[in-house]
């Protein structure tokens, strides 16, 4: 028991440094690249956290196969370098029955990662775009960076100099719409949006500015004052796109009959069914000379498993397109690496193993 403790508990504490790792890595980029949009103004800098987090199970399920198995080649590696794989085998310990004890965290991260694919990921894939549509759908200024031109929706462009009143009031505003086939400019000195109390609807009230309505290629324009001027804000709907099948959830995919859910559905269960074979080649590949160190196997425990994940997305994309019957699927990919880690557990360890 305590053998099989500290085994178990070597492998999770690498496993959950690697996944910090890469979690830091993964989540960094991308927190830039929203926070680049964001200051583009395509959302309000507010939605950042918020989307990271809809996005999270996401990042999970294709960084925590990585991270067990990275960890499972460091922690096994480790025994070896200090000469206490040699003195397990030597109490009994086969690679066959090391094996079944690594199954133990194996087990734990596949749990996590079903959740994730199976429930979590679509989940917040949905929600991610739900609240990035219903923002959109708004249509107010918390989005407007001052001294830019921006569109807001239903072919609105519009420039403020500056914000005002938490970004509810555009100053020095200038908008530019189309109307009936008429190029219509407003210049005003303020803008903001209000609801009508009455009909409930929302309409943008300018301030103390001038309305052109110009025609291309005629020379005339029709020019009016105004002290306040109100146009009305038709919200566009929230909605979802259908055609993403990563936003489906899993029992909706089961009940659909054709390549598209087909592939998504195989993809998701494959993430999972991928962690014991990654066991099975971590086993063989995390046998070191003392002498190489124990990154000896990284790099090609780490390119073996780089092309396990992108055959699988490469067969689901040809599943979705329809190259590939949904019957073979990805299967043959799962038992391509099934008998490449029993045979290098066979090679490596021969009758030893068997045992």
């Known amino acids: ?35 680049s949009d964001a200051a583009d103004g395509d959302f309000p800098i507010t939605l950042v956290g918020n989307m990271m987090i809809y996005q999270l199970p996401s990042f999970m399920q294709l ?18 370098l200090n000469s206490e794989m040699t003195v397990l085998q030597a ?15 194996c087990m734990l991260t596949a749990l996590i990662v079903g959740l994730c694919s199976l429930w979590l990921t679509p989940a917040g894939m949905s929600g991610n775009t739900r609240m990035l549509n219903e923002q959109a759908s708004r249509l107010d200024f918390s989005v407007l960076t001052p001294g830019r031109f921006q569109e807001i929706g239903q072919g609105r462009t519009v420039y403020a100099a500056s914000l005002g009143d938490r970004n509810s009031t555009l100053h020095n505003v200038f908008i530019s719409e189309e109307h009936n086939g008429r190029r219509v400019i407003s210049r005003a000195e303020t803008g903001y949006q209000y609801t009508s109390p009455t009909t409930n609807a929302r309409y943008l009230q ?75 080649l971590g086993i063989s590949l995390s046998k070191v000379n003392p002498r190489q160190g124990r990154f000896a196997t990284l790099l090609p425990a780490l390119i073996l498993h780089i092309i ?39 090679r490596t360890f021969g009758r030893q193993g068997a045992r």
């Open 206 to 280: 300018l301030a103390n500015g001038y309305r052109y309505e110009v025609t291309p290629g005629d020379a005339s324009a029709d020019k009016m004052q105004f002290s306040t001027y109100s146009s009305l804000l038709k919200a566009n709907p929230a909605s979802i796109d259908d055609d993403d099948l990563s936003m489906v959830p899993t029992a909706q995919l089961i009940a659909m009959d054709n390549h598209q859910s087909s592939g998504e559905l195989q993809f998701r269960v494959s993430i999972i069914l991928m962690l014991p074979i990654l066991a099975l």
């Open 308 to 346: 396990y994940i992108l055959s699988l997305i490469t067969a689901n994309n040809m599943i979705q397109a329809g190259r590939l019957s949904p019957w073979l699927g990805m299967w043959p990919i799962h038992l391509v690496y099934l008998l490449l880690g029993w045979w290098l557990f066979r």
């Open 1 to 35: 028991m305590i053998i099989f403790r500290y085994l178990i508990r070597e492998i999770l504490i690498t496993m959950l440094a690697v996944t910090a790792v890469l979690v830091l890595v993964v989540v960094g980029s991308q927190f830039i690249r929203f926070f």
């Open 63 to 80: 960084i925590l196969p990585m991270a067990f198995f990275l960890g499972f080649l460091m922690a096994f590696g480790q025994l070896y």
């Open 91 to 105: 109490c009994g310990y086969s690679p066959k029955r090391l094996f079944k004890i690594a199954l133990w965290p």
